[in-house]
Structures are given as structure tokens and as C-alpha cells.
């Protein structure tokens, strides 16, 4: 079993749809969680931290849920610009040492 | 944040060579890893530079093959030795800042290794 596993995708919405990733983790040790973004052939780029009473940054509302080991990432009002793959990341503590999830695509077409 | 750099920020080699890749901070960092990214799939973590000492790697990379200095906070380099083609990947490094909460971490342009 993968120790952070995501959504396979590819997702395609319309501009305007709301969309939720989901993604689950293995290690209950694990103490931070994130959801990074990465267009094509470019670096993954931080889009938020998780915290665990869920937090809300625009368009964009992460969840954990510890008990269940599950991360959520709901993205609403979809627009163009959001193509890209969201990873799931996992800190597993410790040396701060990130494990990512295989990530999932986001196509959002006019 | 701080910007990152990496040289070169491609490359094409011949098997059995080897490339050397920095990774440049323009301000002082407490961590750094160097990552690779296969075609087509996620990042995966090679080690952790430590400053002053050996890098720790992980599971199935050895320093022999990807041996890493990290001289001092701001910098860093990750060696590909005696590649073959199943090296061909993208290699990022990614850092925490000094100060920042959560653990955060940042990453490289990347470098772009095509093994012949």
C-alpha cells in the first residue's frame, strides 16, 4: 500500500463546478499535511497547509480528518487558471522529510 | 520567500558520465533534500543535505550513486554518477526556511536529465 494515496483522475469540469480531491495516508504518525500544486513541466508549488480544524484560503478549503487519515482539498467556482496536478503531501516527522501522494489532474474547460 | 536556483537547468549526457547539480538559496535555509521526479510520476526523496555532514538518504539511494554536499546554509550540490538511462528524471532540490512555520517546503526550478 502507497503511504499517501490520492483521487487517480484526470478530472474534467467545466469553468464555474466545484471539485473535491481526496487523498488518504498511512502513517498515523504523520504532523503536517499539504496540497501542492505542479503544472506541467514545472516545480510543485505550495498551495496550503491542512490544519486539522480545516482552514479556507479563497476558493480553496482544505480538511484533515486524523482519525480516518484522510485530506481533503475542495476547490470552488473552478476557473481555467486551476489546471494543474494537486498532490497530497505528507511531513512524517521528524527530519521534515515530505512524502507525496501520485497527485491528481484538474482540467477545467470553458 | 527567497528565490531558488538550480544550474543546469537541463541536460543531456552520455551513459557512465556523471553531472553535478547546485542548488543556490539566496538566503540563509535550515533544511534541504534533493528530490527526483521520474517521467509521468510523483516526487520521490533521495536525501537530506545536512550541513557540515554526510546527507542521509533514503531507502534505495546510496551515496555512491548520488553522492551531495552541502557546504554551508545557502547552497547545495547533488551528483548523478555513472548514469544510465533509467536516471533520466527531473532532480529538484526544495528547502525550509528559517523561520517559517509548518514545516513549509520550497522547491527548485528543477533539473532536467536526459541519460543517452
Known amino acids: 500500500r502507497k503511504e499517501v494515496e490520492q483521487d487517480p483522475g484526470p478530472f474534467n469540469v467545466p469553468e464555474g463546478a466545484t471539485v473535491a480531491f481526496n487523498c488518504t495516508y498511512s502513517n498515523s504518525a504523520s504532523q503536517s499535511f499539504f496540497w501542492y500544486r505542479q503544472d506541467c513541466r514545472k516545480e510543485p508549488k505550495l498551495l496550503m497547509s491542512?490544519?486539522?480544524s480545516g482552514n479556507e484560503d479563497g476558493r480553496f478549503t482544505a480538511q484533515l480528518n486524523r482519525a480516518s487519515q484522510y485530506i481533503s482539498l475542495l476547490i470552488r467556482d473552478s476557473k481555467l487558471s486551476d489546471s494543474a496536478t494537486y498532490l497530497c503531501v505528507v511531513n512524517r516527522g521528524g527530519r521534515r522529510a515530505l512524502t507525496f501522494g501520485s497527485g491528481t489532474r484538474l482540467q477545467v474547460q470553458p | 520567500s527567497a528565490v531558488i536556483s538550480q544550474k543546469p537547468s537541463r541536460d543531456i549526457c552520455q551513459r557512465g558520465t556523471s553531472l553535478t547539480i547546485q542548488c543556490q538559496v539566496d538566503?540563509?535555509?535550515?533544511?534541504m533534500f534533493w528530490y527526483r521526479q521520474q517521467p509521468g510520476q510523483s516526487l520521490t526523496l533521495i536525501a537530506t543535505?545536512?550541513?557540515?555532514?554526510?546527507?542521509?538518504?533514503e531507502s534505495g539511494f546510496v551515496i555512491d550513486k548520488f553522492p551531495i554536499s552541502r557546504p554551508n546554509l545557502t547552497f547545495s550540490t547533488l551528483t548523478v554518477s555513472n548514469m544510465s538511462p533509467e536516471d533520466s528524471s527531473i532532480y529538484l532540490c526544495?528547502?525550509?526556511?528559517?523561520?517559517?512555520?509548518?514545516?513549509?517546503?520550497?522547491f527548485g526550478p528543477g533539473t532536467r536529465l536526459t541519460v543517452l
Open positions: 543535505a545536512n550541513q557540515g555532514s554526510e546527507a542521509t538518504y
Open positions: 491542512v490544519y486539522s
Open positions: 538566503s540563509q535555509v535550515t533544511m
Open positions: 526544495s528547502v525550509v526556511w528559517s523561520g517559517r512555520a509548518r514545516d513549509e517546503q520550497f
